[in-house]
T-cell receptor, first 116, second 113 residues
Framework: KAGVTQTPRYLIKTRGQQVTLSCSPI?????VSWYQQTPGQGLQFLFE???????NKGNFPGRFSGRQFSNSRSEMNVSTLELGDSALYLC???????????????FGPGTRLTVT | AQSVTQLDSQVPVFEEAPVELRCNYS??????LFWYVQYPNQGLQLLLK??????LVESINGFEAEFNKSQTSFHLRKPSVHISDTAEYFC???????????FGAGTRLFVKA
């Protein structure tokens, strides 16, 4: 099976702009989670989508949003970018039953976002 | 609520020496436990997992971890490390009933020649 893919791999944006990142999960995985990784804060959970519905959400401002499509592909959007949004954004997919149990996750290579 | 504590932020060790990376968790429900590894400029990779059954789990590259319910720990060990094991290691916990996966802060393992 192909792994989790994320596009683009690198992105440079200016403060105030918005950005959309894309994630294609492993075939058959219906759960997609997004994380922000920075040297200072470590790995922080943004949100999880399951069958097009947001199932869990982390403690990020409303500028961070996401969605999932019927083919399980997911996008996350950050509006009004701030310098502090510079980070590695990781997407992870998981086979998960509808009951909500979370099993192991498979991560993509990440999108390195730099905000100037 | 669930939480994960990795007790060491950095662990330097000489090549061929044994290593233990410590992980403690707290949870009010039955847990599933994971160790992930992240090499520079890459995403995280699953190293090993405990879902049920034998409390000692092993990876294909010589790492092992033991689920200790009474001590709420899931420490990662390797009897002899290689330079190529230099990476950041994350302990993670999830559970049934809709709990999301919680990651620890990570432990950076430096293997020196």
């Amino acid at each position: 099976k192909a792994g989790v893919t994320q596009t683009p791999r690198y992105l440079i944006k200016t403060r105030g702009q918005q950005v959309t990142l894309s994630c294609s999960p492993i075939s058959g995985h219906r759960s997609v989670s997004w994380y922000q990784q920075t040297p200072g804060q470590g790995l922080q959970f943004l949100f999880e989508y399951f069958s097009e519905t947001q199932r869990n959400k982390g403690n990020f401002p409303g500028r961070f949003s996401g969605r999932q499509f019927s083919n399980s592909r997911s996008e996350m959007n950050v509006s009004t970018l701030e310098l502090g949004d510079s980070a590695l954004y990781l997407c992870a997919s998981s086979w998960a039953p509808r009951t909500g149990t979370s099993y192991e996750q498979y991560f993509g290579p990440g999108t390195r976002l730099t905000v100037t | 609520a669930q939480s994960v504590t990795q007790l060491d932020s950095q662990v330097p060790v000489f090549e061929e020496a044994p290593v233990e990376l410590r992980c403690n968790y707290s949870s009010s429900v039955s847990v599933y436990l994971f160790w992930y590894v992240q090499y520079p400029n890459q995403g995280l990779q699953l190293l090993l997992k405990y879902l049920s059954g034998s409390t000692l789990v092993e990876s294909i590259n010589g790492f092992e971890a033991e689920f200790n319910k009474s001590q709420t720990s899931f420490h990662l060990r390797k009897p002899s490390v290689h330079i190529s094991d230099t990476a950041e290691y994350f302990c993670a916990v999830s559970g049934s009933g809709g709990f999301k996966t919680i990651f620890g802060a990570g432990t950076r393992l430096f293997v020196k020649a």
